[in-house]
């Protein structure tokens, strides 16, 4: 929840307007209506995890080229997830805003 609420508040500040799933089927219903600049996902969710999420998202006309940064709990080095399709990887530890801006600062225009 704090982890939620810390990039949450992060990217409101650089100009962001935050739309929260609880989980990745809840995400892929929300994106039916919705054209982010930007998705954000876990990796271990309910209902439908972040790889599951991701794949569908890769898979559909209308969100393949949405960037996607995946949070996760460890580093790759550490068994942290590695997922090739996503933009960026920020791991959930004490300089996340640091990762953040730097994943933000690498995405396309």
């Given amino acids: 929840m704090l982890i939620r ?15 929260r ?3 990745g089927a ?8 919705l054209q982010p600049d930007l998705i954000l996902t876990d990796i271990q969710m309910p209902k ?4 599951e999420l991701i794949t569908a998202l890769k ?4 969100t393949v080229g ?13 068994g942290g997830i590695d997922d090739s399709r996503a933009c960026f990887c920020v791991h959930k ?3 996340i805003e640091e990762q953040l801006a730097k994943a933000l ?3 396309p225009e």
């Fill in 21 to 23: 799933a609880t989980n």
């Fill in 66 to 78: 949405i960037p996607i940064v995946i949070l996760s709990g460890r580093p790759r080095e550490q």
């Fill in 105 to 107: 600062d690498a995405l």
């Fill in 93 to 95: 530890d004490i300089d």
């Fill in 59 to 62: 898979k559909n006309p209308q």
């Fill in 5 to 19: 609420h810390t990039v949450s508040r992060f990217l409101e500040s650089r100009g962001y307007r935050i739309e």
């Fill in 48 to 51: 439908l995890s972040g790889t």
């Fill in 26 to 33: 809840e995400a892929l219903e929300m994106l039916k209506t």
